[in-house]
């Protein structure tokens, strides 16, 4: 079946800068990716929609400036937590839907600012 | 808008126990239904999907039915095992729009 992957799946950072998680649709073409986060026990919340070649469209209350999205290709999605702060840790999930319009999700990204 | 309203959990089963987690969803035109399911630790697995009315979708044991009349997708299985363990999504897609997830329902299975 279709494999989507994220990487990395832990990651621990200093507070105040910058890291990368990557979202990859490994046997299909994505034109469209979401990034979730879900807190402890919670369910997933949908901070942005990413289409290929455009601009990604953020949820309210998601600031763009702070969670940089770019899909550069129809396999790949990156979100950049830029100046992350321990608030930030949580665990990030990406999602790629296929031609058939069935998503598939990348294992998530265990995110610590410490 | 769009919605799915899911049982709340948690809902805890003795191994070989039958088990019905509920799901109800409100959307306009014709969603495609889906499960997901979250081991602990771990992202997000589809478990199975059904695309139109009366579509079952089946995987691992576990079944579910479109049911358009009273817009649920309940998911079933008949004999749990503690490998079952997890957090289950119902989830909806339409008229590509984004999907929508219900708040998961946890389930434990018990030796």
């Known amino acids: 079946g279709a494999v989507v992957s994220q990487h990395p799946s832990w990651v621990i950072c200093k507070s105040g800068t910058s890291v990368k998680i990557e979202c990859r649709s490994l046997?299909?073409?994505?034109?469209?990716m979401f990034w979730y986060r879900q807190f402890p026990k919670q369910s997933l919340m949908l901070m942005a929609t990413?289409?290929?070649?455009?601009?990604?469209?953020?949820e309210q209350g998601v600031e763009k400036d702070k969670f940089l999205i770019n899909h550069a290709s129809l396999t790949l999605s990156t979100l950049t937590v830029t100046s992350a702060h321990p608030e930030d840790s949580s665990f990030y999930i990406c999602?790629?839907?296929?031609?058939?319009?069935?998503?598939?999700f990348g294992e998530g990204s265990w995110l610590t600012v410490v | 808008g769009n919605s799915v309203t899911q049982m709340e959990g948690p809902v805890t089963l003795s191994e070989e126990a039958f088990l019905t987690i509920n799901c109800t969803y409100t959307?306009?035109?014709?969603?495609?239904l889906f499960w997901y399911v979250q081991y602990p630790g771990e992202g997000l697995q589809l478990l199975l999907k059904?695309?139109?009315?009366?579509d079952k979708g089946s995987n691992k044991g576990f079944e579910a039915t479109y049911r358009k009349e009273t817009t649920s997708f309940h998911l079933e299985k008949g004999s749990v095992q503690v490998s079952d363990s997890a957090v289950y999504f119902c989830?909806?897609?339409?008229?590509?729009?984004?999907?929508?997830f219900g708040p998961g329902t946890r389930l434990s299975v018990l030796p």
């Open positions: 046997d299909f073409q994505a034109t469209t």
């Open positions: 959307a306009t035109g014709y969603p495609s």
């Open positions: 999602s790629a839907r296929d031609h058939q319009d069935t998503i598939y």
């Open positions: 059904a695309t139109k009315a009366d």
């Open positions: 990413s289409n290929e070649g455009s601009k990604a469209t953020y």
């Open positions: 989830a909806l897609s339409s008229g590509g729009q984004n999907f929508v």
